[in-house]
Structure formats: C-alpha cells, structure tokens
C-alpha cells in the first residue's frame, strides 16, 4: 500500500465515520479527526477518545458554536435566509463553516487531503466539496461513504472484523443533523410524505398540543439587525440561541414539515425543529417593518431569496454572498429597538415592537387627535395617481374585451380629455 500523506476527516463519532478512519488508513491515509461543537450536544471527549481508539493519529475536537452564530446564523439572520420561504438553512449554515475548519486543520497538519461522511445522495457533500475547492483546490477531498459501495451489514462486518465498536442501542429510524440553529429529521417514515411525524422524532420542541396552557412572553432586543438581549439581559449569540430553543421549544414553536426540492434534482419530505431561528426570524422580519423605507425592504425580500438558495446550494464563499452580505449589512444600520413575542401552543407571534429608529410615525398615521397629516394635499395627489388610469379609460371605454377595445360611449361623451 503506497502511503498518501495525511487526510483530515469531519468526524461525528457515528459508525459510518468510524468505519471511515479505518477505510482510509486502507487506503494509504494517516487520519487526523476534526469534529466540530456547533451545538450538536454530543459528548466530545468520548469522540476524540473514539477516534484515536480507532486509529487516527491525531484528534481536534473544537469549539465552534460562538464562530457559528457570528458569522453564520446572525448573517443568515440579517438576510431572513429561509430556502422556500420556509427552511431555516440550519444544516446548509454549518457545512461551510465544517469545511473551513477541515481547511484550517490540513493546513496545519500539512495533510494532502480532507474526507467527510456524506453520502453521495445529500447535499452536505456539495456544500462541503464546493466550499473546500473554493478555500483550498490544493486539498483533494475524499468521501468513504459515497465510495465504499458497503451494504448496511457489509460495513457492520467491516467494522467488526476491525474492532471498531458498533453501537448496540436501537439505532434511530432517522437521519439526524443537529446544531444551535435547528435540527433536521429525515427518512424512514417520513419519506412517505402522508405519514405523519411520529411524535419520538422530535427532540427540541414539544408537541403544541401538549404545550403548556400559559403564553410566555418575552422581548428581544435587536441592534443592526442582531439580537443582543433577552427581557433586557445582555446575552452573548450563544446563550441567546441556547436561551430561545429552551423557551420556544417548550412551547413547542419552530417545527416546519415541508417538502423539499433538491440541488440534487429530487424532491423531498423533509422535517425541521428549530426554535430559536423561527422565534429570530419572525421577530426580525418584524422590526424591519418598522425601520427600513418600502423601497428598501420591497428589494431586500428579493434578494433574501437569493441569499437562501445559494446557501442552500453550497455557494456560501461565492462573490455574491459576499455582495448579499454587504447589502444586508447597509440595510441593518438602523434595524434596532424591541420586538415582543409570545409563544403559545406552536405559535410565535409578535405582540409589540419598538425602536429608537422607528419610521412609523404615530402623529400621521392616527385618526385621532394629534393628526399631522395634510389632509388637503390628497386632492392633487389623487389627480396626479390616477391620471394614467383615467386616460386609459377616457381613451378605451370601461372595459377591454378580448378584442381589443370595447365602446362604452356614455363614458366616452361624459367627460372631456381635459384632465
Ligand atoms: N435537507 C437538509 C439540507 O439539505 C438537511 C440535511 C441534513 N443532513 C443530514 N445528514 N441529515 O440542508
């Protein structure tokens, strides 16, 4: 076996990325691990300890949560990224931020090479791949799993003939991916997309008819366009996710069961919980109605679809992005104050808002005492908006008919093209 060099692997301490440390040293690898903490509540010790047991040569475990909801979830926060107006984009966010840190560690490493997990099905391997060309095209990028070509019991009987532990406990029916911005659920029953979510598929959020017969209500307080309080406490990004999970998820808000349409060309049933980006998203949207110009905000939703897809099709270090980027953060300037929320049975909704910046002005939109309006002034404005309509009409007639122009002569007579 000729020797390659080193490979860093993103490893997750799952059976499939264990069985990978040893696919690769048969390939002529040395492996160093990378798994990465973005949240994923797993016991990253016994990771590391899994991975050098099992025959890598080096093990980083790394803190990566704070770095996640900086760069990654408050980006995608600012820009109201939701693929299909729906999907928080909590998996998308992370892969480019894994595939940094593979970067970051081979190049410490000197490795020639980095590997991951994914199947050649997903998307996790095009965001990873793309994003780990675009960083560095030096690295070649390995994928055991889209390679191996193992049956389920082929890499069960592989792992055992190796001694890398199988775990004896029921395995989950579903494909898991989980991190501070939400949790992904897929396959198994919920491939029929009839099915129901059975309720053990749900680990964040209780079932809303469940949740507690109390609404909590709870203000966020943003400044240009992140959150940066909760009920008046300073929070850093962290805590404040950690915080909203907990309080939504109680209530049983951020579940989204959607149906997916794919980079891969495929459709799919896809289920997410994610609490504190729904509970962020419905408050920040919010504010940014009271604080951005109609214009402003008409071409920011545009765009927020863009930003969406291309985090969604693994273009996160692309020039656009960054150009996306740039425009939101122009657009955040003044998107700060307060926004109330109340959860209550699955439901976030926005109970009051607040802001230092506020466009809404309450002394022109009343219609009480203190109005400021010029009421007169509406007379020549509603001259001068209808004009065009009004022209058309004294030219065409009241209705236009399949044909072309159809005579209404009564309206045609009755008024002059005087204006
Ligand atoms: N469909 C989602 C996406 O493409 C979720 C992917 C979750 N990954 C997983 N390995 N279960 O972003």
């Known amino acids: 076996m000729e020797y390659k060099g080193k490979v860093v692997l993103a490893y997750s301490g799952g059976l499939d990325t264990s069985v990978a440390i040893q696919w690769l040293k048969d390939q002529g690898y040395d492996v160093v691990t990378m798994t990465a903490d973005v949240g994923q ?37 600012k820009a109201n990224a939701q693929y299909q107006g729906t999907y928080p984009l909590n998996s998308a966010l992370s892969r480019p931020l894994i595939a940094r840190q593979l970067v970051q560690v081979a190049e410490m490493e000197g490795a020639v090479a980095v590997a991951h997990g994914c199947t050649g099905k997903g998307q996790d391997q095009v965001r990873i791949e793309v994003c780990t060309n675009a960083l560095n095209p ?25 001694g890398i532990p199988v775990p004896t406990t029921k395995e989950s029916p579903y494909s898991i991916d989980e991190n501070m911005w939400g949790r992904a659920i897929e396959c198994g029953v919920l491939e029929n997309p009839w099915n129901e979510v059975p309720a053990g598929a749900f680990k964040l959020t209780a079932d809303p008819l469940d949740a507690p017969d109390e609404p909590l209500s709870v203000e966020i307080g943003f400044e240009a366009g992140i959150p940066v309080s909760l009920n008046g ?39 997410y919980e994610c609490p504190a980006a729904v509970t962020l998203l419905t408050a920040h949207r919010a504010l940014e109605t009271l604080t951005l110009s109609k214009e402003v905000l008409k071409v920011k939703r545009e765009l927020e679809t863009k930003y969406a897809e291309l985090t969604y ?18 657009t955040q300037k003044t998107v700060s104050g307060v926004v109330r929320v109340r959860f209550y049975k699955g439901q976030v909704t926005v109970t009051g808002m607040k802001s230092p910046q506020s466009i809404y002005r309450e002394d022109l939109a009343t219609y009480s005492e203190g109005d400021t ?17 009004k022209t058309w009409r004294q030219v065409h007639g009241e209705t236009v008919d399949a044909e072309g122009c159809a005579e209404v002569p009564t309206l045609k007579k009755a008024s002059g093209l005087d204006g």
């Open 233 to 271: 406490t300073a929070l850093s990004g962290v805590a404040m996710v950690e915080m909203l999970n907990d309080l939504a998820g109680k209530a049983g808000v951020g579940r989204v069961d959607m149906i997916e349409d794919r980079l891969v060309g495929f459709k799919s049933r896809e289920v």
């Open 138 to 162: 030096e690295l070649k990028v390995e994928a055991p799993v889209r390679d191996w070509h193992f049956s389920r019991e082929d890499e069960i009987e592989y792992a055992q003939e190796h």
């Open 313 to 330: 099709e693994g273009y996160w270090f692309s020039p656009l992005k960054e150009a996306l980027d740039a425009f939101m953060d122009s």
């Open 373 to 389: 309006f010029d009421h007169q002034s509406a007379v020549g404005f509603i001259k001068v908006w209808g004009l065009p309509i």
């Open 41 to 77: 509540q797993v016991d990253l010790e016994a990771c590391k300890d899994k991975a050098l047991r099992t025959g890598a040569v080096n093990a980083y475990v790394m803190d990566l949560r704070e770095e996640f909801v900086q760069q990654y979830a408050w980006k995608a926060l």
